[in-house]
T-cell receptor
Framework: TQLLEQSPQFLSIQEGENLTVYCNSS?????LQWYRQEPGEGPVLLVT?????EVKKLKRLTFQFGDARKDSSLHITAAQPGDTGLYLC???????????FGKGTSLLVTP | ETGVTQTPRHLVMGMTNKKSLKCEQH?????MYWYKQSAKKPLELMFV???????ENNSVPSRFSPECPNSSHLFLHLHTLQPEDSALYLC?????????????FGPGTRLTVT
């Protein structure tokens, strides 16, 4: 059973456009992390959100954790080709060692 | 070397071979993980080690055998693999094994089983 559903699965946009990707679940998470993975490399942590309703900004990236701690979104403003990659969300439940990963959103930004 | 390193980066092996994947972390972390990443599937946690002790084994077939000789090194020994085991194998580390701690990943080993 997959706990985290990410949408859209694929997204292809042009440089300068804005976009939002989503991470949804029916489970409540104690924390949620976003990673970006480039081809041939491991995921790189972008942000961790821990409080319901929390909003964090990282330059042109805005992350939001839902009030109920079941969902999260990532908004990118004025996308650049360097934003291309696989965006993964991962949530920690209130018990256990594991992070539960979504399948990811594959983003392509063309010049 | 900084962060998490993995060797080899690419590996092709036959179904009867025995090989090992190596992971080293230079972050002073206490926990290390093996993940499997296959196409169209979420990352699958395979093993978790905390202070060199295995704390989680997610129903992984016995043809995968982990080893953690110290908190900086993690191995994954492979034998009699199947073609469906072809995937990207990622190592990660974190300050501790609690799920809240941020995980830092290595670049992965791309494994092809022929």
């Amino acid at each position: 059973t997959q706990l985290l559903e990410q949408s859209p699965q694929f997204l292809s946009i042009q440089e300068g456009e804005n976009l939002t990707v989503y991470c949804n679940s029916s489970s409540v998470f104690s924390s949620l992390q976003w990673y970006r993975q480039e081809p041939g490399e491991g995921p790189v942590l972008l942000v961790t959100v821990v409080t319901g309703g929390e909003v964090k900004k990282l330059k042109r990236l805005t992350f939001q954790f839902g009030d109920a701690r079941k969902d999260s979104s990532l908004h990118i403003t004025a996308a650049q080709p360097g934003d291309t990659g696989l965006y993964l969300c991962a949530g920690g439940l209130y018990s256990g060692y594991a992070l539960n990963f979504g399948k990811g959103t594959s983003l392509l930004v063309t010049p | 070397e900084t962060g998490v390193t993995q060797t080899p980066r690419h590996l092709v092996m036959g179904m009867t071979n025995k090989k090992s994947l190596k992971c080293e972390q230079h972050l002073g972390h206490n926990a290390m993980y093996w993940y499997k990443q296959s196409a169209k599937k979420p990352l699958e946690l395979m093993f978790v080690y905390s202070l060199e002790e295995r704390v989680e084994n997610n129903s992984v077939p016995s043809r995968f055998s982990p080893e953690c000789p110290n908190s900086s090194h993690l191995f994954l020994h492979l034998h009699t693999l199947q073609p469906e085991d072809s995937a990207l194998y990622l190592c990660a580390s974190s300050q501790d094994s609690d799920r809240h701690y941020e995980q830092y990943f290595g670049p992965g080993t791309r494994l092809t089983v022929t």
